[in-house]
């Protein structure tokens, strides 16, 4: 089968071409998984972060791509929850082991065996891959398969930060960055809390209008004060710059969640100018977002299918793949990436 994949970590500055078009062997369905046909994966900044190996793959080659909608090509021994022909979609969980104390608790995704998809195990960036059962979702039919991508990774894990910020309906929310993941929160914000003002700062104008679009009440760039003090900020920004100025804008006892997988290291030292007294007394709070849990993937569509969101995708076929992720690496985002495939 075809499939785009990673041979080994790569410098993007330097390799435009980091993924390779291979026939790789066609995956068979162990115990209690399915064959999934493949027909789109959606594109995410964590690809970056894997070719360039500040979250390595743990084998190579590798084939990435964590948001993929296709239907089952068949059951392997003792799965029986989808029929042959079912539409299901794949998230960046891949597996947790079900039984640590944080799988318990439905913190599977903070898990010592948590495995992401397309970087512990093969991914959507192919014909054919397999998947448990269990982590696998069935589709709402309000979206067709393009649209339903991007809400496996950026609307997920989105969901994810929204639903850590801890805001009630009424309460000032604020977007750092306005990438593919804040252009989803932002409706499913909208949606979850009718009376909250969202705010969003972001350096490139392009950002500013489609988040005025979204119906923003205030857009800015990053360095500026929002005109009132937020109870919580979403950053999904890859710097640390924002972190200093967004804690700024914070209410006494907000919190800044951090929807980023790692920091780039170049501003770094920005960090020097955070104050104890302007930015984190007054029980301010940092929390980071780490993974997704099947439940934020699943309560993520139910929430989307009752807008419905209709996330704004560019398509690719998946030979050119390589052209999306330098696209999304020279920062080149309106809305998601998506490949198409069968
Ligand atoms: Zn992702
Ligand atoms: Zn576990």
Not at 149 to 177: E, M, W
Not at 266 to 289: G, Q, R
């Amino acid at each position: 089968m075809k499939a785009m994949v990673l041979k080994k970590i790569t410098n993007l500055k330097e390799n435009h071409t980091p993924l390779e078009m291979m026939d790789m062997p066609h995956p068979e369905p162990k115990v209690k998984e399915i064959l999934v046909k493949v027909s789109v994966c959606g594109v995410c900044h964590t690809e970056l972060d894997e070719i360039e190996g500040r979250t390595p793959p743990t084998k190579f080659p590798i084939i990435p791509g964590h948001q993929v909608v296709g239907t089952v090509a068949y059951n392997g021994e003792g799965a029986s929850r989808f029929k042959t022909g079912d539409r299901v979609g794949v998230a960046w969980i891949f597996s947790a082991c079900g039984r640590c104390k944080f799988c318990k608790e439905g913190k599977e995704n903070l898990c010592e065996d948590f495995r992401a998809t397309g970087r512990d195990a093969n991914g959507g960036y192919s014909e054919y891959m397999t998947i448990s059962e269990d982590f696998a979702y069935p589709i709402p039919s309000v979206f067709s398969d393009t649209d339903a991508a991007p809400l496996l990774c950026a609307g997920a894990v989105g969901y994810r930060s929204l639903h850590l910020t801890n805001i009630k309906d009424g309460q000032n929310l604020g977007f750092t960055g306005f990438g593919a993941s804040a252009h989803l929160v932002i409706s499913m914000a909208r949606q979850k809390f009718p009376n909250s003002r969202m705010y969003v700062f972001a350096r490139n104008s392009n950002e500013r209008e489609f988040a005025e679009e979204l119906r923003a009440v205030w857009t800015g760039p990053g360095e500026e004060k929002a005109p009132e003090k937020l109870q919580a900020i979403i950053d999904t920004t890859p710097v640390w710059k924002p972190i200093v100025k967004a804690t700024e804008n914070l209410e006494p006892g907000g919190r800044l969640v951090i929807n980023a997988i790692r920091k780039l290291d170049p501003d770094k030292k920005e960090l020097l100018h955070l104050d104890y007294a302007d930015h984190l007394w007054m029980e301010k709070e940092i929390k980071s977002v780490a993974n997704v849990t099947r439940k934020d993937v699943s309560d993520c569509l139910e929430l989307s299918a009752q807008i419905p969101l209709k996330p704004e995708c560019q398509v690719f076929p998946l030979e050119k793949a390589n052209e999306a992720i330098m696209e999304m690496y020279n920062s080149k985002i309106r809305g998601a990436k998506v490949l198409k495939i069968g």
